[in-house]
């Protein structure tokens, strides 16, 4: 009866400890996931405003004149 006791004794310990540990890495494990998720949105933020910044349109369209005839085609809703 005494071991039966005692394995039960170390059976719950046991799975109290994995319980715990499985906790503190599962936070551990969710801060990361957030910290990526919020860095990849602050990176697309940073990446369309300096984008906007630097984009300018070009004034001239460049032609080779060794292509054939150029057509600018203009859309007419």
């Known amino acids: 009866m005494f071991a039966f006791l005692t394995f039960l004794f170390y059976f719950f310990l046991t799975l109290m400890i994995i319980g ?20 990849n949105a602050n990176e697309t933020k940073k990446r369309k405003t300096t984008t906007r910044q630097t984009r300018e349109k070009p ?4 032609i080779n004149k060794d292509q054939g005839e150029y057509v600018d085609f203009e859309e007419i809703d």
């Open 20 to 39: 715990f540990l499985g906790r503190l890495i599962f936070r551990y494990w969710m801060k990361r996931v957030y910290r990526k998720m919020n860095g």
């Open 59 to 62: 004034s001239k369209k460049i």
